[in-house]
């Protein structure tokens, strides 16, 4: 028999029926109905080829064939439950595998997961600096990316998206060009980077003007290394927290997701 066609829930039901030798009790356990458990029982009398029960002045009894088969079946249950469970370990788990851009993470994610850690004395993280990596290729818990929504994947929003076009106090009139916001058409271009933490880099060192996601200069702002242009502006791309659906239904990464959503 191909071991996709086992029939495993009429086995189930033949090892309950087997503990109890009572249909009426087995159904009890099961919480379904005796007839559904007699239904399974023949099902599989049929599939098997052979009688499991017979019925005796005393009660049911286990025909010899049955009983042959008994503890091997019990102990398969058994390495099912050792199976789950290991799989289901990785939920209660505090290790969490990150892939965030490095400039998010000095800026916005480093001090809140300082913060979980606090809470969470037995969480350790491993962080990986290319927000595009694959998940199952590296392992990942949980994706950081500066994106218009989750799309296929399971995610929640951490900040509001907003962009601002910057520049170092009595920096050159040219741009900084990035791939992720082109500075307007006809701009003088200066020096062109391919992610936002060269264009931080380079917008504090005096190099230019660029935009810039709102959270990766805040500090800047506020300790005067750098100016605001014109009006920050609102926008649908912002720093999404991302996952596939099993790793988001972990609930390690629920109680991480739930906290950083929320500070």
């Not at 086995?11 to 009790?25: E, I, K, M, P, Y």
């Not at 010899?64 to 019990?74: F, H, I, N, V």
């Not at 300790?223 to 659906?245: F, H, K, M, N, T």
Request: hydrophobic share 45%; glycine share 8%; aromatic share 8%.
């Amino acid at each position: 028999m191909k071991r996709t066609h086992l029939p495993l829930n009429a086995l189930r039901v033949f090892d309950a029926a087997a503990r109890h030798l009572s249909f009426t009790r087995a159904a009890d356990e099961l919480a379904v109905t005796p007839a559904a458990v007699g239904q399974q029982i023949r099902a599989l009398e049929d599939v098997l080829g052979v009688v499991l029960f017979r019925r005796t002045s005393k009660g049911l009894e286990l025909t010899d064939e049955a009983d042959a088969g008994l503890d091997a079946l019990r102990e398969g249950f058994l390495r099912f439950e050792e199976s789950v469970q290991g799989m289901q370990a990785g939920q209660s788990s505090s290790h969490f595998a990150i892939a965030a851009p490095r400039e998010f993470y000095a800026q916005w994610l480093a001090p809140r997961l300082a913060e979980f850690q606090k809470a969470n004395p037995e969480a350790k993280f491993l962080l990986v600096a290319d927000e595009n990596a694959d998940f199952t290729e590296s392992n990942l818990d949980l994706a950081i990316r500066l994106v218009d929504g989750p799309d296929d994947l399971e995610g929640a929003q951490l900040i509001q998206g907003c962009r601002v076009t910057v520049a170092a106090p009595g920096a050159p009139d040219i741009w900084i060009s990035w791939p992720t916001y082109e500075p307007p058409q006809g701009a003088a271009i200066g020096l062109q980077v391919g992610n936002a933490g060269q264009v931080l880099s380079s917008v504090i060192a005096g190099m230019g003007r660029a935009i810039l996601p709102m959270p990766l200069v805040e500090d800047a702002l506020a300790g005067g290394r750098l100016e605001v242009i014109g009006q920050s502006e609102d926008c649908r791309r912002a720093y999404w927290l991302l996952a596939p659906r099993p790793q988001w239904r972990q609930k390690k990464v629920q109680a991480l997701v739930a906290f950083l959503t929320q500070n």
